[in-house]
């Protein structure tokens, strides 16, 4: 979906669920009192409100069929024959346009979820070797980006750390102990070596550039990060999280030049 359109059908859930709100309010206070003067203004004020919406959501089309459940929820129909005959009461009146604001709701979320279920699925780690690893990451990334939507900056920065270690070790395990001798490689297994040393050896075998430079010092410690409670010893600012995700982003198309 086009991230204009995706923002204004958001926009425009936010301000019926508003609209939504008030009138429970409003139909609360008019079973309780149905001639209160400024429950009467406050509804006439709301019953605008919702015009405009539903006006603006129709496309400026009466035909439109939200325009047309709008209008009539003002009127009563004959139970002869179905002519309307007269105005509905205020109490009434509100409980049916609650029910045209649904109607809205159901369908602006009805576009977001048949768009979402056409749209193609992200393939952003194809470059990964491992094919049991590729799902791990794309999975966590798709966590990671919501964390950092919803302000939890370190486990948005943790995620992306956490990721950029495994597309790392496994572009030096698929690259293979022997080819990174001239590297400088240290003792002992890929495995065994830390965070630092991975990405070290990484860029001196040419597989990253050196985008890893910005990446923060609490980023370089991330394993180390965690008290006993699980939560980090030092605190996780938001540039430290969008910093990490922005070195991510960089080696991934390192490593995959063709992205």
């Known amino acids: 979906m086009d991230e204009s359109l995706q923002a204004q059908i958001k926009t425009y859930l936010s301000h019926l669920d508003g609209l939504i709100r008030r009138g429970c309010q409003l139909r609360d206070m008019l079973a309780a009192d149905p001639s209160d003067s400024s429950t009467m203004a406050a509804t006439r004020a709301w019953q605008e409100d919702c015009g405009v919406t539903v006006n603006q959501l129709s496309g400026g089309s009466k035909a439109h069929w939200l325009a047309r459940s709008f209008s009539e929820a003002f009127l009563v129909r004959s139970s002869g024959t179905g002519d309307a005959v ?33 749209a193609p699925q992200p393939h952003r780690f194809d470059f990964v070797h491992d ?3 590729r799902s791990v990451v794309e999975q966590a990334y798709t966590e990671g980006r919501h964390a950092l939507d919803q302000g939890d900056f370190e486990l948005a920065m943790v995620t992306s750390c956490g990721i950029l270690e495994a597309v790392v070790t496994d572009a030096l395990e698929y690259r293979g102990l022997s080819a990174l001798f001239d590297a ?5 297994q890929i495995s065994d070596w830390s965070f630092e040393t991975r990405l070290t050896v990484a860029e001196r075998a040419g597989l990253i550039r050196g985008g ?19 939560r980090a010893k030092a605190t996780i600012s938001e540039r430290d999280a969008r910093v990490a995700g922005q070195v991510l982003h960089v080696v991934m198309r390192d490593l995959d030049p063709g992205r």
């Open 86 to 118: 007269e105005g509905a009461p205020p109490v009434e009146i509100v409980k049916r346009l609650l029910d045209v604001l649904e109607q809205a709701v159901a369908s602006l979320s009805g576009i977001v979820t048949s768009v979402a279920a056409e």
């Open 212 to 230: 890893c430079a910005r990446l923060p010092a609490v980023a370089r410690r991330y394993r180390d990060l965690p008290d006993d409670t699980g």
């Open 184 to 188: 400088g490689v240290p003792g002992g």
């Open 131 to 133: 094919p049991e690893l």
